[in-house]
């Protein structure tokens, strides 16, 4: 005979919390609602009020209400699960931090502070990884209090996971196509980039181009630049395109010097350098060459607006406007959670410094 196992009723502050809770999540309670007191909680429930009040707190604690004096219990204004935003980065400050996180950061926490938007940041978002913000943000997904999660990089480090799986979350990924199911890429155009670097440099004269890349920028990186270079009549060299590492500091220096050392009439006279972790070492190396700027070579650098590298020498700056592609980022995880149709991809564009500063540009964003 199958033994019977006797289960413990529900705690009552647990259902309590999570009826209110659902009522708030569905719309039945509204923001600035009033909520029952806590007397009328404890004889629905049939419960005391201290258990009622102690669900009440929890609440609070979620975010979804706040005490008026002597008023009651009312729904923010602004509740969680319709304003509040998580930027999920995979690591800590520990680990290699590109200068593209520390700008993202940066325009998170500049419209958090400016009352326009609630994003937390949460940091080495990584399920098989201790001391991270992973638990906690799993916690938050499984309450609801979230109005959606913005990944940094393809987030398969948490794939079968409650931030994946929990049906309803809006779900944003700085990435290149595809991702994670129900996860929206926003990418960055290489490709785009690349081409518009190319015709800046053609319309300035320039013929012999040279690249400083990262891995993984561009798919089939020798086809791309062949074909880019072939439709404006210019060259493909392979040994005048470089890869280097935005660890790899002076190195990046060196590369860029011996990429330059050979007499003028067989160095490039263009150069252009795709990330901006590269550009601050790489102009290092070309003062160490002695090359002047523009005169012996034109330079185009990939920077996030609005916070340019450093550098000793003249560059045309071509990037992304950081601040407005996470207030797009916002915006479309805002649709997606309206019901809103939403495009799977969401392409951003680069522009130069001044089309930024301008606000023009060829399209900077497109679906």
Request: hydrophobic content about 45%; overall charge positive; charged content about 25%.
């Amino acid at each position: 005979m199958e033994r019977q196992v006797k289960r413990r009723p529900p705690v009552k502050q647990d259902e309590i919390l999570a009826d209110l809770r659902a009522r708030i999540l569905r719309g039945s309670l509204k923001p600035g609602d009033q909520l029952p007191t806590h007397l009328e909680i404890a004889r629905r429930f049939k419960t005391t009020g201290v258990t009622a009040q102690r669900a009440c707190e929890r609440l609070i604690d979620e975010g979804f209400v706040a005490v008026r004096a002597r008023q009651g219990t009312f729904v923010v204004d602004r509740p969680p699960h319709l304003h509040r935003f998580v930027l999920a980065f995979p690591q800590d400050r520990s680990q290699p931090w590109v200068r593209f996180w520390t700008v993202l950061e940066s325009a998170a926490r500049a419209l958090t502070d400016a009352g326009t938007h609630w994003i937390d940041i949460r940091i080495a978002v990584d399920r098989q990884r201790t001391g991270g913000d992973y638990e906690r943000l799993a916690e938050e997904v499984l309450i609801g209090n979230l109005a959606g999660i913005l990944f940094v990089t393809n987030p398969f480090l948490v794939e079968g996971t409650p931030l994946l799986t929990t049906p309803g979350l809006p779900r944003l990924a700085l990435m290149s196509p595809p991702g994670p199911p129900g996860v929206t890429a926003v990418e960055f155009s290489a490709r785009n980039f690349l081409e518009r670097a190319i015709d800046r440099l053609v319309a300035r004269g320039r013929r012999r181009i040279a690249f400083l890349m990262v891995p993984g920028f561009v798919a089939d990186l020798p086809g791309t630049l062949r074909n880019a270079l072939a439709a404006r009549g210019l060259a493909y060299r392979p040994p005048w395109t470089q890869i280097s590492l935005p660890t790899l500091g002076e190195w990046t220096g060196h590369l860029t010097q011996l990429l330059v050392s050979a007499p003028p009439a067989d160095r490039p006279d263009g150069l252009v350098i795709v990330d901006d972790n590269l550009v601050e070492n790489a102009c290092a190396g070309l003062l160490q060459a002695g090359l002047r700027l523009p005169d012996d070579l034109d330079v185009v650098a990939h920077c996030n607006f609005p916070a340019p590298t450093a550098s000793a020498l003249p560059v045309a700056r071509l990037g992304y406007d950081i601040p407005r592609i996470l207030q797009a980022s916002l915006d479309l995880m805002t649709r997606q959670r309206k019901g809103e149709s939403t495009p799977e991809c969401l392409t951003i564009h680069p522009q130069f410094e001044w089309e930024v500063a301008h606000g023009k540009a060829a399209p900077a964003l497109s679906a």
